[in-house]
């Protein structure tokens, strides 16, 4: 490895004999995404910090890697704003609570948490709150609650992706969704609410019709939106469309109706 940033980059150099890499922390048991490597240069972009336990590089597929010490590491690069913003001016309580939890974020770090804005915000269960927030295209929600994984954020990222696969979301002229889980149970969980973000200021209201069900209204805040009941819990992402969210202007007008279903 020859560097690694304060936002969790790692990179460095690969015999020709190394086609593919994995780069962890030692016991961590969360997956991470797969290492570019090309031209015997490897790198993992904003992967996570690495500390005094130093890291794991696993290559070729193999399901066993080679600790390295952090001694035997280079010093963390010196972060350079290239791109500087102005600061949050009179940021409400809300946008500071919002920030705090994007700066004490784990793996990988968050970009600029200040510029982030809140959004809407619910209590899910008796138990469990959900806050999301948005940066551009990027969408974070933090539950808070009794599990205790359920500190840190998640962030989902509506940019187009590359590859075959990637995470379930609907993109639409006006709005975007995407499913969170939450009420685990056991490691796991079938409850989910809609999540998304609002593109347009026209937009007013989004409704998710589901086919002989009852309509279920969003919370609209910052840009973003939440719908959540228990019976979401089978809302199909495959097959015949029964499902459709539908954004309103203020005069009631249908600006959208976008299928709730996985777009390949």
Do not use: C
């Amino acid at each position: 490895m020859t560097f690694h940033t304060e936002f969790g980059t790692i990179a460095g150099v690969a015999a020709p004999e190394v086609g593919s890499m994995v780069v962890e922390r030692p016991a961590d048991r969360r997956p991470l995404g797969w290492t570019l490597v090309a031209d015997g240069v490897f790198v993992a972009p904003n992967a996570f910090l690495v500390d005094a336990t130093g890291l794991v590089l696993r290559t070729n597929g193999s399901p066993k890697g080679e600790i390295v010490p952090v001694a035997a590491l280079p010093a963390r690069a010196t972060a350079v704003v290239d791109r500087p913003v102005p600061a949050v001016e009179d940021p409400t309580l809300a946008t500071e609570e919002l920030t705090a939890v994007l700066a004490a974020a784990d793996a990988p770090p968050i970009v600029d948490p200040e510029q982030w804005r809140p959004g809407a915000h619910a209590d899910l269960t008796p138990h469990e709150r959900v806050r999301l927030g948005r940066s551009g295209k990027l969408l974070v929600w933090h539950t808070t609650g009794d599990r205790p994984s359920a500190e840190d954020p998640f962030v989902f990222d509506f940019t187009p992706q590359q590859g075959p696969v990637r995470d379930f979301a609907v993109v639409g002229r006006n709005i975007a969704a995407t499913r969170m889980y939450y009420d685990f149970a056991d490691g796991a969980s079938g409850t989910i609410a809609v999540v998304g973000l609002v593109e347009d200021a026209h937009i007013a209201s989004v409704v998710l019709r589901r086919d002989g069900m009852p309509d279920l209204a969003a919370r609209i805040t910052g840009g973003t939106f939440l719908i959540a009941g228990p019976d979401l819990t089978d809302l199909p992402e495959r097959g015949p469309v029964t499902a459709v969210l539908v954004a309103r202007d203020h005069s009631g007008n249908v600006r959208e109706e976008l299928p709730y279903q996985r777009q390949d």
